[in-house]
């Protein structure tokens, strides 16, 4: 099991940004074939908001987010990054980090997810 940790959640108003975090206990995502951001509401099921590929190409993102969210990695590979920008209530959300181990089909591995609220 990979421990994974996100950070940089908090309220914002309607229209503002916020810049999500990812750490991995192994302090490196080189190994994994993808890794992804996704959120979850109380009731609701889990939705996928970001997607990035294997050799950090490859991006894919849900409707929703779409020419407002970004995921990225640092240079070092060290951190993923969901860059999230004209932020609305319905964005308000857990947020977690996952990654899909080698030669897996599933995320496998999970953060604890850290709170978005998007609020007047």
């Known amino acids: 099991q990979v421990q994974l940790v996100e950070s940089g959640g908090g309220l914002v108003q309607p229209g503002g940004s916020l810049r999500l975090s990812c750490a991995a206990s192994?302090?490196?995502?080189?190994?994994?074939?993808?890794t992804a951001w996704f959120r979850q509401v109380p009731g609701e099921e889990r939705e996928l908001v970001a997607r990035?590929?294997?050799?950090?190409?490859?991006?894919n993102y849900a409707d929703s987010v779409k020419g407002r969210f970004t995921i990225s990695r640092d240079d070092a590979m060290n951190r993923v990054y969901l860059q999230m920008n004209s932020l609305k209530p319905e964005d308000t959300a857990i947020y977690y980090c996952?990654?899909?181990?080698?030669?897996?089909?599933?995320?496998?591995?999970w953060g604890q997810g850290t709170q978005v609220t998007v609020s007047t």
């Open positions: 996952a990654v899909r181990p080698p030669l897996a089909l599933n995320y496998a591995y």
């Open positions: 192994g302090g490196t995502f080189r190994h994994y074939p993808d």
């Open positions: 990035l590929g294997w050799s950090g190409g490859s991006t």
